[in-house]
């Protein structure tokens, strides 16, 4: 029983907490990133995409409307 309750725990994490913690991070540095930063995104999407795939159907990535002053 032990045994199932920590891979329902690890299932848990690895599908929803830390895609769910990487698409954070994600939104608030994707436009400002450095190249090193950038590759260590693409490795999150790579190694998370089960759990982002998950996820996306809640997500809005589109940028914000931009204040154009007259």
């Not at 698409?23 to 590759?39: D, K, M, N």
Request: glycine share 4%; proline share 6%.
């Amino acid at each position: 029983m032990v045994v199932a309750l920590l891979y329902l725990i690890l299932a848990g994490a690895y599908l929803l907490v830390i895609p769910a913690a990487a698409l954070v991070y994600l939104t608030q540095r994707w436009y400002v990133a450095s190249s090193f930063e950038r590759g260590f995104m693409y490795f999150l999407v790579f190694f998370f995409l089960p759990g982002l795939l998950l996820l996306s159907p809640f997500v809005n990535l589109r940028p914000k409307r931009r204040q154009i002053e007259v």
